[in-house]
């Protein structure tokens, strides 16, 4: 599902216009954009989590070469699934 499907879904699913959804669903991006930034946790009860996670430093291998590189410590960002979201997925149709 794309941003703009999604969009569309929202806006048929709440009886909003799109441009309204559109809105919603930007507002409801940036704003878990700006709380994993700052290192908080986004927990929605039911859906999931997202959160930022630290990922080490390594050595890797350049595909084409064989030769090993660096890759650089960095902060990823993660999302955990909640019970009701995985119970959801996982339901027989």
């Not at 930034?37 to 927990?43: L, M, P, S």
């Amino acid at each position: 599902m794309t941003k703009a499907e999604l969009v569309e879904a929202v806006a048929k699913s709440a009886s909003l216009t799109k441009a309204a959804a559109e809105k919603a669903v930007g507002a409801f991006i940036s704003t878990v954009s700006g709380a994993l930034k700052k290192g908080d946790r986004v927990t929605l009860v039911g859906f999931g989590s997202f959160e930022v996670a630290q990922r080490k430093a390594r050595t890797g291998r350049n595909p084409q070469t064989g030769k090993e590189i660096k890759i650089a410590a960095a902060k990823v960002p993660k999302f955990r699934p909640g019970k009701a979201l995985k119970d959801a997925v996982a339901k027989k149709k």
